[in-house]
């Protein structure tokens, strides 16, 4: 079977698109999955980093668009799983330098060799962004549970759906279950109810997800990690499996929340 | 004392989460259907002047809304009528 095509946007910028993406092709490759990982931000390459294959580019996409090399040449392969591939953005050059029936073809040419390509979205609802959507067969919207991101999630759902590649799936991503607790956070299921679009995931926020990316070991590969895990749980709803959504609780302990509480009241009371 | 108060004052307001929520549902009506909030007001105006041209109407009772279904919205208005003659009980 071709590979599924699934590209990964957000409307707002910093909302987790490259980490989601990294992560859940990280995920998907655990399963043994063969996984593309497209970086479709042009210009301001990320997903390498994350990855943590920078040191290893020798060609990017642009030079596979331009004939400086085959596809295969600029493919680098990740050498943790021997199944997960990264097409690297170019860093030199600009969002013109790839039109949409240029990624077309590129996924066209990827399809018989992959189960699974992850398109990395440039920020944004402009060019970068119709690129990054034109050679999708599922588009994954990346949020936040805060204002900003959820408004241009919605104005991304409409754009998705006009351009008849929907319904999109949504990913809430660093979610902070101590404040949902506190009442002072949307929940998740106040962002469903405001988006009525269906989920695929829920990702706490985790500073394990910082480290990792510092070390460009995804999170997906810690056991441990409570961001980890739902990046996981993701890969196997994309891949068909029915995965109940997880529950988090409020991580710190008794101790650190009556002292989080005391600090609150000392400097209420210092105004 | 002042404790006590400012735990009753936080309650008494709606938590921010629920303020995100309802500012995120207005805003985006507005958005979806891709006209400022303040030129619903001005179509207010258009429509009770159309109206007017043949029915009396209450002016100050109109109101125009939109409502949010599911992922569609449509425009309601509610324009009561002045009645011309008192209606006899």
Known sequence: MPARVITVTSGKGGVGKTTTTANV??????????VACLDADIGLRNLDMVLGLENRIIYDVVDVIEGRCRLRQALIKDKRLSELYLLPASQKRDKS???????IKICNDLKPEFDFVLIDSAAGIEEGFRTAVAPADEVVIVTNPEVSAVRDADRVVGLIEAVEKGPARLIVNRLKPGLVQR??????????????????????????????????NPAAFDEKSAAGRSFRNIARRLNGED??????????????????MLRRDSSRRGR | MNKIKSFFQRSAQPSSREAAKQRLQLVLVHDRNQIEPGMLELIKDEIIAVISKHLDIDRNNVQVNFTQGERESRLVADIPLTPKRPIRK
């Open chain 1, 25 to 34: 092709g990280v995920a998907l490759a655990l399963l043994g999955k063969r």
């Open chain 1, 97 to 103: 330098a790839v039109r949409p029936e240029d990624l």
């Open chain 1, 183 to 216: 009442g002072d956070m949307l929940d998740t299921g106040d962002v469903l109810d405001i988006l009525a679009i269906d989920l695929i995931g829920i990702v706490p926020e985790d500073e394990g997800v910082l480290i990792s990316t510092n070390r460009g």
């Open chain 1, 243 to 260: 995965v109940p959504f997880e529950t988090f609780k409020d991580q710190s302990g008794l101790f650190r929340r009556l002292s989080r």
